[in-house]
DNA sequence: GGATTTATGTCTGCCAGCCGACATTCTCTA
DNA sequence: TAGAGAATGTCGGCTGGCAGACATAAATCC
């Protein structure tokens, strides 16, 4: 579990950034509008400066699979980088958002003289590659139940703020998007989220998650 | 669906490989054997020249998900390579195989002065990544039967060589694999295999698949 | 070539969680 | 600030497929 991504570009020289930023244009994204979308060329790879983008996959049965966030300072678009193929997923902003777009040839050219960026490339598939795997693994071995503990217990850690025993996890959330985390129904998100709210586990603040007891949480791991 | 892996480093000038290959030592693994487990510090990667490789998730519970298997010429073990992170997953010899394990850092020190190679392990990262995705979607979206006519034919593209109407898949599977593939039970797999074969949809002959009818195949997907 | 392990085939009860349906409440926008 | 639209809360019936349990068949190993 818990392979946590390294998500900022801090590993970078303020310079290597610049000069890689240099290369793309600057736009802004409404809420809502999407970024690219399953079948289009992928022909750019994105920087995010401010907001938040949600990564996803659509079953033809119009099933929605939610593989990640990104939020500031980091890249997506990635995956199809070096042939130029179509997307596979879809990329939306979540908030009102503020990306760079990098060509790909530019982008390639680049990375074949800054090799250490390569190299921050490659660990950013490789992470976002054992996130995938371990939600594969749980949504095969774990119920429902347990895989919400597990997803917030995740988003808590990742992208929490601790005020006391209390963390903030400062993310819109919607529990339509909560299920489609974890591979369940709205109906059985919402149900659940309640019993946790009922037992003092948590808190929900406009679509805010607040995690009351860590220890609670974590308990129901261990009880199933 | 299906974006198949660039598995050969047919990409790659044999100039390139062998150095590539001199980096590093050969050793055979009997079927069975692990090359390496989760947990383990990822300190190689390794080149396939013979054999079969199923690299694996394995959750705390003791329930296996088969990510997908390695073939001759393909390369595994890179998630972990630039950071030396321990591994994630496993990956265990399903044949007698030879391999040759590079140690990391000679093989970042390689990456670097061989910018095309290291294009080359992103698209296979990239590509993984895709099929993990796929993989997640269809779990999600898809019920078992559905799950496992999509491996068959999946498997047959990738890996099948066509005869006439027929589709030999030179692998050797047991149910209970195929059922970690797509998340399901041995029972549940093997009865529906049995389904398959009453309908003269294919036959297994020695644990090999061997696809009588893609078009049967195809036509489960649209009626389910 | 016989014994032991490993894989396959089949049946059954049971329950997690999906699905539809609806009321209520919240949150934006005009 | 009203009104539309979106999100949440809740119920109950239905069912896919899991979990045991066991018999048989097929590999594999001395």
Redesign the interface.
């Known amino acids: 579990m818990g392979?946590i991504e390294p998500s900022c570009f801090s590993q970078l020289d303020k310079q290597e950034l610049d000069i890689l930023l240099s290369l793309g244009t600057s736009s802004r994204y409404p809420k809502g509008t999407f970024i690219f979308s399953p079948g289009e060329a992928g022909q750019h790879v994105f920087f995010l400066h401010k907001g938040r983008i949600k990564i996803s996959?659509?079953?033809p049965?119009g099933?929605e699979?939610i593989?990640w966030f990104c939020f500031s300072c980091e890249m997506f678009g990635?995956?199809?980088?070096?042939?130029g193929?179509d997307r596979?997923?879809s990329a939306q902003a979540c908030e009102d958002s503020e990306v760079t777009s990098i060509p790909r040839e530019l982008f390639?050219t680049f990375?074949?003289h800054h090799?250490k960026v390569?190299?921050?490339?490659?660990?950013i598939?490789?992470c976002?590659?054992?996130v995938?795997?371990?939600?594969?693994?749980?949504?095969?071995?774990?119920n429902v139940n347990t895989r919400l503990v597990k997803l917030i217990l995740r988003l808590g850690a990742q992208y929490g703020t601790r005020e006391g025993k209390v963390i903030h996890l400062d993310i819109h959330l919607t529990h339509q998007e909560i299920a489609d985390m974890i591979?369940t129904t709205r109906q059985t998100a919402t149900t659940l989220l309640g019993q946790f709210k009922r037992q003092g586990i948590l808190s929900i603040d406009n679509r805010r998650i607040l995690i009351e007891s860590e220890e609670l949480l974590h308990g129901l791991l261990k009880t199933p």
């Open positions: 392979s996959n659509l079953s049965a099933h699979v593989l990635l995956s199809e980088i070096t042939r193929n596979a997923v390639n990375l074949i090799p390569a190299f921050l490339i490659m660990q598939l490789s976002r590659m054992r995938l795997g371990d939600m594969l693994v749980n949504l095969v071995s774990d591979g």
